[in-house]
């Protein structure tokens, strides 16, 4: 087969690598994502401790540090010095706060499956839970397994391993696991009652689900006011005695990936723990909010001092914080009004006070601010050109913070008088990190194909008044339930990201980056964007209008749009291709959907396309693959062939049918690697090889083409 191909391509094939002039950007791809990411930002329940994991180019550490308290040095309670991709997570700290317990291993996204091993090492990875002192001298394994919770008493642990729930004391050295009891369904969010008699935890059971209490004194199990729906999201009362939960209607609407604005409205309970009668406080009505929506936090339901739950619902067509009385009397109050969305919650340890995350007043960022818990005005604690996400609250009343801006990534600091923030751990910023060389990406709004107003952030290389046309990439986030943000991003995949475009900003390409409909922040109805996804893929219509925004600009080559993202954002660059080839010139498709009747058999065990052949034929009609025949433009595909969220067949596909017309594509897997990259390398590699196919086939460092015999699916 006769493909075109690149001088620069065909010297890459041949093991040559080229410099090439409009490579000498400002800073290497290594040192843009130097940087360490922060996450699990948490406060010690006891004293002004606060701990998060910091992710050091693949190292992953836990940091413990005391903010304004400059006689108390930061320290890490592990030092992992190899980027190895083995994960860590479920951290928790022991009710004194001198201790911290975490998981090392597993799949923490679907932690019911094998320990993904990436880096191939021959032992392979196990899920094991480590305790480890502040202080030190208590260092130790406890058991296999995840999901660590600590009795209020700091005697216990329970935890999970197998599908079933353990215990193990934390004072023996020498204790051995123990299983707590025999449990069907899926079990999960362990919850020690205050008075730490009691155990709570959901058992998920495919079509319905309940709320189960195990007692200690009685080696008892018991199931809450059990019914036909679901029940999640458990939480005790103060006094031990009661716990309010979710329960929602089971959904028979059918396939995942479509709009679902209504549906048979959600309740809360709250049920007796000595008897297991329950009663309504609360009820959903019909329309906006009548289905479930979670905020970002783990927790959902809070129980506060003066009696009242707090919940988030979206009634206004915006995720609010609500607040009810736990007897069910009066109605339930908006804590939060206004047109934006509430996403990272925290309770005070006194239970009056709530600090949240949220856009109110600045749509594509977040900004921190505080409610009581009774109700009444909330007030900003952060605002200006930053992000300030996942904030917590200090036993004195102090607040916390993950803050990052247009520069620097996620980091921890304490908000000050006044909404200052002070850093917590500046020093773990690397000395050539380039910060001051990094753009600051500009808000802007265009309409999609359909007219509808199409939020983004415009990336502008350093060069781009210089009156001249320059090529462009649209990037496509994934999720779909994300919005991309006018700075660093909270969520690591996204950070990456935010990297990435930055790079290619550094290259001299201009970068759209596009929060497309079904994505959070712009309220319900944009989120459940009618005939989205597998209903119709109606975010082609944004797609076409990022396309056409970049050629109506002056400074953009028209000619020389490329179009890059992962996961949805890999479905949305393949849509591009196949649709649109004479818009998009070249794409990289990380691990994107390619056929919706394939990925929701990934979602929904029970899925059958048969069943509901009309349904498959619009799922179909919305994939990439059917219309791969008038798919003419290059692309690059990656994936890592141990994805838990994309099939790998979906890449599989894909090659074959661009393969046999003869569609130019280069390929790159990794071999068990995940769906999020767990090898900072992989990342390396994944977006070095992008980069250099943008360049050769849109960049500023075209060359002439040549003609060569090449097989279609080169790498």
Known sequence: MIQRITAVAFALFAGVLFLRPAEAQSFTLQQVMSAPFSSGLQAAPAGRRVLWIANQQGRRNIYVAEPGNPNVPLHYLILNSADDGVDIGDVTWTPDGAKVLYVRGGDLEFPERPSPNPDLLPQGVAQEIWLESVQGGDDRKLADGRAPEVSPDGATVAYMNGGQIWTIALRDAAAKPVQLFHGRGTLGSLSWSPDGKLLAFTSRREDHGFIGIYSFADQALRYLDPSTEIDSHPVWSPDSQHIAFVRIPPDTSGVSFKPRREAQPWSIRVAE??????????????????????????????????????????????????????????????????????????????????????????????????????????????????????????????????????????????????????????????????????????????????????????????????GKRHPAVVFFHGGSRRQMLLGWHYMDYYSNAYAMNQYLASL???????????????????????????????????????????????????????????????????????????????????????????????????????????????????????????????????????????????????????????????????????????????????????????????????????????HAGSQ
């Open 273 to 466: 723990a000595a008897t297991g009668e329950g009663r309504e406080v609360w009820h959903a009505h019909t329309g906006p909010g009548s289905v479930f929506h979670e905020t970002e936090t783990e927790q959902q339901l809070f129980w506060s001092a003066s009696d009242r739950i707090i919940f988030p619902w979206e009634g206004s067509g915006w995720l609010h914080l609500y607040g009810v009385s736990a007897s069910g009397r009066g109605e339930a109050i908006d804590l939060t009004p206004g047109e934006f969305e509430v996403d990272h919650v925290a309770f005070s340890k006194d239970r009056k006070t709530l600090a949240y995350s949220s856009n109110q007043g600045d749509i594509d960022r977040r900004h921190i601010w505080e409610v009581a818990a009774a109700g009444g005005s909330p007030r900003p604690l952060t605002h200006g050109d930053g992000l300030e996400v996942t904030p917590v609250i200090l036993a004195d009343g102090s607040v916390v913070v993950l803050h990052a801006d247009a520069r620097v990534p996620m980091r921890p600091a304490m908000v000050l008088n006044g909404s200052a923030l002070q850093d917590i751990a500046p020093q773990l910023i690397p000395e050539d990190y380039p910060a001051a060389k990094l753009v600051t990406p500009q808000q802007v709004i265009f309409s999609a194909a359909d007219g509808l107003q199409i939020h983004g952030q415009l990336f502008l290389p350093a060069n781009a008044d210089d």
């Open 508 to 710: 001299g390409f201009i970068v759209l980056s596009v929060n497309y409909r079904s994505g959070i922040g712009y309220g319900l109805d944009f989120r459940e964007a009618l005939n989205y996804g597998a209903a119709g893929a109606s975010e082609f219509n944004d797609v076409l209008g990022a396309g056409v925004y970049l050629r109506g600009r002056a400074d953009v080559d028209s000619a020389h749009i490329g179009v890059w993202g992962g996961s949805y954002g890999g479905y949305l660059t393949a849509m591009a291709l196949a649709k649109a080839s004479d818009l998009f010139a070249a794409g990289v498709d990380m691990h994107g959907v390619h056929d919706w009747n394939l990925e929701l058999k990934n979602w929904q065990a029970d899925f059958n396309p048969n069943a509901d052949p009309n349904a498959a034929r619009v799922a179909w009609e919305s994939s990439p693959l059917a219309y791969v025949k008038d798919w003419r433009s290059p692309v690059l595909l990656i994936q890592g062939d141990d994805d838990r969220n994309v099939q790998f067949a979906n890449t599989v596909r894909l090659t074959a049918a661009l393969r046999a017309q003869g569609t130019p594509f280069e390929e790159h897997v990794f071999p068990d690697e995940i769906h999020g990259f767990l090898l900072h390398r992989d990342w390396l590699t994944a977006y070095t090889l992008s980069a250099d196919f943008f360049q050769r086939y849109i960049g500023t460092a075209r060359i002439q083409t040549i003609d060569t015999t090449a």
